[in-house]
């Protein structure tokens, strides 16, 4: 199926294939206490994807929606909201009714995405509270960072729904040394400020939980040339008033 496939027929949350979950994280929403499900299955394939374990959509789920459930009983009054996360969760056809769960059972809903499936998403925004959603590059810089299939435009329009909509967001922006999306970080961070994002992270790749071969390629960098470059993007970043900055080094 191409990345800007449109909503698929509706299937219960227990269909979910959901590779870990959280109890407890301070770091999936901004200024709020969640729990995180991570579910399995991404179609791109980033350099830096720190979560790469979840690409292939064939891995079977190791946690039961049964557990998500149990745990949110246990928390209730505890916790602000659940985050969904991934892998890219939109791919997931029972998404929606997870998301309706978790309103239901009182809980706030948030998203994190990198904007595959715009019609899918917007089909969930009546679901959802708050959404993390990535730009990797420019529209047509999309292959080199997230492989031959991705389609850039389809991460930009979600954008444009998440401001439609006004949906609470934040967009973020991956970079390494050498990197396309360092390259574009900044244009980037302008063009989703002109489209209405208030809320953009600038986010430094980890290595761990990478690919080796990903891993073994940032042994090659050169930290003294980086850091003067990460360095010099956070302050012209930061420079985009009135656009609010969050700086994620490694």
């Given at each position: 199926m191409r990345a800007g496939g449109g909503p698929r027929p509706a299937a219960?949350?227990?269909?979910?294939?959901?590779?870990?979950?959280v109890?407890?994280?301070?770091?999936?929403?901004?200024?709020?206490?969640?729990?995180?499900?991570?579910?399995?299955?991404?179609?791109?394939?980033?350099?830096?994807?720190?979560?790469?374990?979840?690409?292939?959509?064939?891995?079977?789920?190791?946690?039961?929606?049964?557990?998500?459930?149990?745990?949110?009983?246990?928390?209730?009054?505890?916790?602000?909201?659940?985050?969904?996360?991934?892998?890219?969760?939109?791919?997931?056809?029972?998404?929606?009714?997870?998301?309706?769960?978790?309103?239901?059972?009182?809980?706030?809903?948030?998203?994190?995405?990198?904007?595959?499936?715009?019609?899918r998403l917007a089909a969930l925004l009546p679901l959802l509270d708050w959404v993390g959603l990535d730009l990797k590059a420019l529209p047509a810089h999309y292959p080199a960072v997230a492989g031959p299939g991705a389609r850039g435009q389809d991460a930009w329009d979600c954008l444009d729904l998440l401001v439609a909509a006004g949906i609470a967001h934040e967009v973020r922006t991956t970079v390494h040394p050498g990197s396309v999306a360092a390259t574009d970080a900044l244009a980037v961070a302008r063009a989703a400020a002109a489209r209405g994002a208030r809320c953009f992270a600038l986010q430094e790749a980890r290595t761990r939980g990478t690919t080796p071969a990903f891993?073994?390629?940032?042994?090659?960098?050169?930290?003294?040339?980086?850091?003067?470059?990460?360095?010099?993007l956070v302050a012209a970043v930061q420079d985009l008033a009135p656009l609010q900055v969050t700086v994620r080094p490694a």
């Open positions: 219960p949350a227990e269909s979910l294939q959901i590779a870990g979950l109890p407890l994280s301070t770091t999936d929403w901004p200024d709020r206490l969640t729990a995180t499900v991570y579910l399995q299955g991404c179609p791109w394939s980033c350099t830096y994807c720190h979560n790469c374990d979840l690409i292939d959509p064939r891995t079977p789920g190791q946690v039961p929606w049964a557990e998500v459930g149990a745990l949110l009983e246990r928390r209730a009054g505890l916790l602000d909201g659940v985050v969904f996360s991934g892998g890219e969760a939109t791919r997931q056809a029972g998404l929606a009714d997870a998301l309706a769960r978790v309103r239901r059972a009182g809980f706030a809903t948030g998203l994190h995405t990198a904007g595959a499936y715009p019609r891993a073994l390629s940032a042994k090659e960098w050169d930290e003294t040339r980086w850091r003067r470059e990460w360095r010099a």
